[in-house]
């Protein structure tokens, strides 16, 4: 596992255009950051038992044709959302937990 703390992104993954990315993330602690966890591009990689915490804004944000496997990940005490999902992007979720996490919706 790893311990990641950031006054950015905890962790990006962005596939180059025109390319798939499959990275393995699992058992790292992450956090405090602005955003814990943010996936991007064409990335289908695997994010697994990891524990994201006290984030500014979303714990873990997916955009633009991101398509990974959130796998028993708990996401807690991040000031925004737990997690948000746009422009295209869609998760496999299993066993996710989500807790004490703030709105929605981010202002």
């Known amino acids: 596992g790893c311990n990641i703390s950031s006054c950015g992104i905890g962790i ?13 993330i699992s058992d790292c602690r992450i956090g405090p950051a602005w955003q814990g ?20 804004s979303a714990g873990i944000r997916l955009r633009n044709d ?5 796998r028993g990940n708990l996401v807690v005490g991040c000031q925004g959302p737990g997690m ?9 979720m299993e066993d996710n937990v989500f807790l004490d996490n703030g709105p929605s919706e981010e202002a």
């Open 12 to 24: 990006l993954t962005d596939a180059p255009l025109n390319t798939l990315s499959n990275p393995l």
């Open 37 to 56: 966890l943010v996936i991007a591009g064409r990335c289908r990689g695997t994010f697994e038992r990891c524990v994201v915490s006290d984030c500014r």
């Open 84 to 92: 948000v999902v746009w422009n295209r992007a869609e998760a496999q």
């Open 66 to 70: 991101a398509r990974p496997l959130l």
